[in-house]
């Protein structure tokens, strides 16, 4: 059966105590992919998009969430936040985004790294969102799919 840790033997929430834990590098890596029309990703790449640059505003967003994913998450620990790289690579049907944080801290960074690739993605859909809709103002096409952890790192203490 698995330990949920932020239930206590009450099955109440609380934020988990980490204070006796190391302090260790630690690394996580998110990906997450936003689906558009031929016609949009073509805009982008070009750099037609009205908005103005999707993709630097897409990767400002994302670094911005990283630093406030503390906020967003109640049970979420402020971590200090060593670096954050987001980048993008784009196919003829979708733009994959990445998210790499990093911190020399108590826990996991894997939180960080899904609010930053969601919040890229999320800022991209909201820059074209004007290209994308129907005649019925609907998104056909436009999707958010597979955000996911695809590396954690844990060092070791010293």
């Given at each position: 059966?698995p330990?949920?840790?932020?239930?206590n033997?009450?099955?109440?929430?609380?934020?988990?105590?980490?204070?006796?834990?190391p302090?260790?590098?630690?690394e996580?890596?998110?990906?997450?992919?936003?689906?558009?029309?031929?016609?949009?990703l073509?805009?982008?790449?070009?750099?037609?998009?009205?908005?103005?640059?999707v993709l630097?505003t897409?990767?400002?967003?994302?670094?911005?969430?990283?630093?406030?994913?503390?906020?967003?998450?109640?049970?979420?620990?402020?971590?200090?936040?060593?670096g954050?790289?987001?980048?993008?690579?784009?196919t003829?049907?979708?733009?994959?985004?990445?998210?790499?944080?990093?911190?020399?801290?108590?826990?996991?960074?894997?939180?960080?790294?899904?609010t930053g690739?969601?919040?890229?993605?999320l800022?991209?859909?909201?820059?074209?969102?004007?290209?994308?809709k129907d005649?019925?103002?609907q998104?056909p096409v436009?999707r958010?799919d597979?955000i996911s952890?695809?590396e954690?790192?844990?060092?070791?203490?010293?």
């Open positions: 059966m330990v949920f840790t932020h239930l033997e009450n099955n109440e929430v609380h934020m988990v105590d980490v204070t006796p834990k302090d260790v590098s630690r996580a890596t998110a990906k997450g992919r936003i689906y558009l029309r031929p016609e949009t073509a805009a982008i790449a070009e750099g037609r998009v009205l908005k103005g640059n630097a897409a990767q400002v967003a994302g670094t911005l969430a990283v630093k406030q994913t503390w906020a967003l998450i109640p049970m979420c620990h402020p971590l200090p936040v060593g954050v790289t987001i980048w993008f690579e784009q003829d049907e979708y733009i994959e985004a990445f998210c790499r944080v990093k911190t020399y801290g108590k826990t996991g960074i894997e939180m960080e790294a899904l690739v969601s919040l890229s993605l800022t991209i859909w909201d820059m074209v969102k004007s290209a994308e005649e019925a103002g998104y436009t958010i597979g952890v695809i954690k790192i844990k060092g070791t203490p010293e």
